[in-house]
């Protein structure tokens, strides 16, 4: 009579007494193949219990995604710039110093300080001309460049003003005029 026992030892009586009467040796093969058995069937059960514990990994739970949100601009920012051709690098810079000297007289009459005006590009290069086949020096041209950022929550329309007196000075180049929020922290904490 076979019996067995819970969790993970299972041990197993063999009854001497019932069924078919085996020779001693033959009894010792039998006694020894069910203690080979319970051993195997123990150590798998306690194995995978034991292997189930190092494979599991730390529960976690992952979140992710996505938040929009408007605003309205605060803030513009724009280029403004003059170049001049020539004869000599000396005369082409005293015309853009001019025309940029009268460009920062009406930024300030606007009420921009200086720090929101930033030299962009300065460059002095020659300039040439082909005719016949042939390069010829046309001069030295100049060019300068300011950053230029406003505030335009003011509503008066400040920002529509300064680029028409602009465009009123002869040969102004204004481009890259950009909007954004100069502060987005608030934005970003309604996105999440």
């Not at 739970?61 to 996505?66: A, L």
């Not at 025309?99 to 962009?120: E, F, K, S």
């Not at 460059?123 to 100049?142: H, K, N």
Request: aromatic share 6%; glycine share 10%; hydrophobic share 40%.
């Amino acid at each position: 009579m076979l019996q067995g026992s819970e969790n993970c030892g299972i041990s197993f009586i063999l009854d001497p007494t019932g069924g078919v009467a085996y020779p001693y040796s033959m009894k010792k093969q039998m006694i020894l193949i069910v203690a080979v058995a319970a051993a195997a069937l123990f150590l798998t059960g306690c194995a995978t219990d034991a292997l189930q514990e190092q494979n599991r990994e730390p529960r976690t739970i992952s979140v992710s995604g996505t938040g929009e949100v408007s605003g309205t601009p605060d803030w513009a920012q724009f280029s403004v710039g003059y170049s001049h051709l020539d004869e000599s690098t000396r005369e082409a810079q005293r015309a853009v110093n001019q025309r940029m000297n009268h460009i920062a007289v009406l930024l300030q009459g606007h009420g921009i300080p200086d720090d929101q005006v930033t030299l962009q590009q300065l460059s002095v290069s020659p300039e040439y001309i082909w005719r016949d086949g042939e390069r010829y020096l046309a001069g030295q041209r100049v060019t300068q460049r300011l950053s230029v950022e406003i505030s335009i929550l003011d509503g008066t329309g400040g920002l529509a003003l300064i680029l028409d007196e602009l465009g009123e000075i002869q040969g102004v180049e204004i481009s890259s005029i950009n909007f954004s929020i100069k502060d987005p922290s608030d934005l970003h904490v309604h996105a999440r």
